[in-house]
């Protein structure tokens, strides 16, 4: 079955340097996600992505974020500074196959730790 | 911002009866309900969907049931099994648009053997 790979599983840097969140979704999918899940709070969502470009944002996805689509197959998340406060675990997701599917696949996450 | 609330933080079942996990939303343009399972330190596993067109969903073991004048959704899980054990969240789509879902904060589910 097809599924949603996410590297690494865990990264820790620190604070102000910049991270890459590296993510493959489903191969026929069109949209991807980011979200995120601080320490015993909700998944939050991040961004989407539709047609190489951002489709919606929340407003915790400020100018330290960005998100790319290098290549067919990977999609990233990179904070340029990291906070503290970014520490949380962050999940991308796919969906719309050429079917219509809306529902969207999550991958396993990547824990991120800012000291 | 709570337009998704799962007001059951915890739920304890015996081993072969009903779960009924339950959510409630207050945002009227989400049409379309997702229900994810989610074990520690994975991502969430995506169990079963429902339209706002239809107000019952089945899937095996797995039914969710939508009223919309209630703004309420359930799901119902029968017979729980220990491996049913995990947090579940209810989340949300918003009319028109493919794009973010919102999320509920979760009921963590134990079902004893």
């Known amino acids: 079955e097809p599924e949603v790979t996410q590297t690494p599983s865990h990264q820790v840097t620190q604070m102000g340097q910049e991270v890459i969140l590296r993510c493959v979704p489903i191969s026929n999918h069109l949209y991807f996600y980011w979200y995120r899940q601080i320490l015993g709070q909700k998944v939050e969502f991040l961004v989407s992505f539709y047609n190489n470009e951002i489709s919606e944002k929340s407003e915790i996805f400020d100018d330290q974020f960005s998100v790319e689509r290098p290549d067919g197959s990977n999609f990233t998340l990179k904070i340029r500074s990291t906070k503290l406060e970014d520490s949380a675990m962050y999940f991308c997701a796919s969906s719309g196959d050429p079917s219509g599917q809306e529902t969207q696949y999550f991958g396993p996450g990547t824990r991120l730790l800012v000291l | 911002d709570q337009q998704v609330k799962q007001n059951s933080p915890s739920l304890s079942v015996q081993e072969g009866r009903i779960s009924i996990l339950n959510c409630d939303y207050t945002?009227?343009?989400?049409?379309?309900f997702l229900w994810y399972k989610k074990y520690p330190a994975e991502g969430p596993t995506f169990l079963i969907s429902?339209?706002?067109?239809?107000d019952k969903n089945e899937d095996g073991r797995f039914t969710v049931f939508l009223n919309k004048s209630a703004k309420h959704l359930s799901l119902h899980i029968v017979p729980s099994q220990p491996g049913d054990s995990a947090v579940y969240f209810c989340?949300?789509?918003?009319?028109?648009?493919?794009?973010?879902?919102?999320f509920g904060k979760g009921t963590l589910l134990t079902v004893n053997p």
């Open positions: 989340a949300a789509k918003g009319r028109g648009s493919n794009y973010k879902l919102t």
């Open positions: 429902i339209s706002s067109i239809k």
């Open positions: 945002n009227s343009m989400f049409d379309y």
